[in-house]
């Protein structure tokens, strides 16, 4: 079996006299050769160089300084030159790549765990499962080994991975194998967002974690404070690279100016200019590298490359469906509002007060900006060269890297179907679909570990463009790739220590800045006599929450569950807890945002339907009465008609009994105080259960400790709405989805509207600077 375990470090301090010209290093060893088969060169007023002695790399030496010599050719090449700009490097060795090295360069893998378990994405090792194999789980998968070493895949997209220890084990393993490859080329590995909250696990002041834990970016919103998500950039991007991770495929900025989509939760809300001030601090916070850490232009060894996402924006999905899914494939402006959704890019991610200038990297949404295009064209936003050529690299002169979404070439099933997303161009081929993105100016595929079709792509222009234009525009993707790898000074050294891997992520200061930051997000909507914080040695009840088995947006199964919502020994050390109603002062009922589903059911097509259903955001059953009717936009080469309208069309939520338990728990207590807390991923329609409820929490991803808090007086409520909360579901139909903040909002039982920027503390309304800049 194919393994690499090279994660130890030999250290040597290299100072070269000055010589004329540039001599070839044998490799350099300490007294002992028990340390691995990693070599660690520091240079004196330089940067220190990591390689595997394994790998065939061996150094340079020129006016006193060592260089690694990447292609093995002996001589010293300019993007082997740390002493020169980026730019310069970049482009010096994009001009020495082959046609097939830049399309490895252009692919994005598929989702990697570490390791390769699981039902979605397992691997094999040597061809046997992982548990069958004898394998390390820090181990290349079968899978990784072909796409980094057949088709020169750079980009790795890693998704779980067993602890700080291993992940950094795979990445050196990783460098290490792409090290001896042609060029030298290492491997920029990325991940989704991973600070989220595991909601039952204690936090202990002073006490390091797994990794540290933060609200969901909605969240961060929610704190209406722009220095809490820095600071959380600045910390994640210390966990990341202590991961080897150097591109974080984030943040989300879309504008969730439809209260129903499903993505919600990973946006700032709704408000243009506080996503634009979340989005600006966010990439700042992990792009900048400052003092002995920067490199060049605030880039350095603590940067991590911001993919922001997702052009010109996913928010306003017709009807609040989503674009993984056909028969979400179009966003619409029936406000005529495309601006606002600009405004998180241009005034936040792209125009950043740090060093670094703007995101590295734009993924641009699989939908179909639907009637935005001039030239009347509708296909997916990869595919636009309005989207991109025009609006991204021309009006706002973007030059970073621009990758798709995971999946776009791909073929599409069927309406519902978790398959391939080329929403628009569904008659082309594979290859002709990755033609018409990079032509339309797309950088990078996403999802795709094969190069064969870009490689076809390319012959494709040299027919219709000549290869010289050919040639350029590759080598144009391939600067702008290449420009986001030197820029966090992987090429010098990509190795990491493990001892310090396992030190830095998850460390307690990172942990108590993650909780604070929970604390300050959780919203206090409702407080009725001011019967918050509870009064200590009071006697709590906590029904059970039931929840109906059901199906992931995805269609992964969900088994019913009865259980206790929160972690009840941790609760136990703010109040005294029974299960008897009868004996209890207050009831504390957990429930979550109503969930619909997809807006989409094949059992309807099935039975002669259009197959679009309603997404509700209440408890009770909903019909569909102000659904517009047509629909805005249609058309798939799998449906026979355009209109999508779900008018009169009726739905129930899989958890209504979120509502029924806090009904039940309001009879049981018998008139005594019942308070409510809300997980929200969406905005909820409350009325439902408000006016018998004394007291509501609204949070966005937390630990049951941080709600404790909160509930007891611990800590004082400081977090106000990023998004309103609709009155009924009439205001939902009828808003518009590309406008924020144009619903009816919601009037409690005590006269206050749940309006984007409400939120109450100990002594009322919260009004303060936050409100007066926001609202």
Known sequence: MTTFRYYQFIFVTVAVAAIAGCVLQGDLQSNSNDFGAITLVTNEGGPSLGYSTNSGIQTLSDSGFSFKDLNQNGSLDKYEDWRLPVNERAADLASQMSIEQIAGLMLYSGHQPVPAVGDRFAGTYDGKGFAESGALPSDLSDEQIRFLTNDNLRHVLITTVESPEVAARWNNNVQALVEGQGLGIPSNNSTDPRHG???????????????????????????????????????????????????????????????????????????????????????????????????????????????????????????GRDGHFSFGKFTVYPGQNLKDHLIPFTEGAFDLEGGTGMASAVMPYYTISFGQDPSGKNVGNSYSSYIINDLLRGTYEYDGVVCTDWGVTRDSTAVDAFSGRPWGVEEFTEAERHYLAIIAGVDQFGGNNESA???????????????????????????????????????????????????????????????????????????????????????????????????TRFGFPIPETSEYPVNLEILEKYFSVTDNPDDADYALVFINSPDTGPGYSSLDAEAGGNGYLPISLQYGAYTAEYARDPSLAGGDPLEAFTNRSYQGKSVTTSNSPDLQMVLDTTAAMNGKPVIVSLFLSNPTVVGEFEPSVKAIVANYGVQDQAIFDILSGAAEPSGLLPMQMPANMRTVEEQYEDVPEDMESYIDSEGNSYDFGFGLNWQGIANDARTTRYK
Do not use: C
């Open 197 to 319: 909250t595991i909601s039952g696990e204690e936090y202990n002041a002073g006490s390091g974690g797994e990794i540290s834990r933060w609200p969901t970016s909605l969240g961060l919103a929610a704190t209406f404070d722009s220095s809490i998500t820095l600071r959380f950039g600045q910390i994640a991007s210390m966990e990341y690279r202590a991961l080897g991770l150097t591109t974080a495929l984030s943040p989300q900025v879309d504008l969730a100016t439809d209260p129903r989509w499903n993505r919600v939760n990973g946006t700032f809300g709704e408000n243009p200019q506080l996503a634009a001030d979340m989005a600006r601090a966010y990439v700042d916070g992990f792009q900048t590298s400052t003092d002995e850490a920067n490199i060049e232009g605030g880039w350095g060894y603590n940067s991590v490359n911001a993919m922001v996402k997702h052009w010109p924006s996913g928010g306003p999905e017709e009807g």
């Open 453 to 551: 079709p870009i490689i076809e792509a390319f012959a494709m222009g040299v027919e219709e463009y000549g290869e010289e234009f050919m040639r350029a525009r590759m080598e144009k993707s391939a600067v702008r790739l290449l420009t986001n790898i030197f820029r966090v000074g992987l090429f010098e050294n990509p190795y990491l220590d493990i001892e310090h891997s396992m030190l830095t992520v998850g460390r307690a200061e990172y942990v108590d800045s993650g909780y604070e930051a929970q604390i300050k997000s959780i919203v206090l909507l409702k407080n009725a006599g001011n019967i918050l914080p509870i009064q200590q040695n009071k006697k709590v009840y906590v029904p059970k929450r039931f929840t109906p088995a059901s199906v």
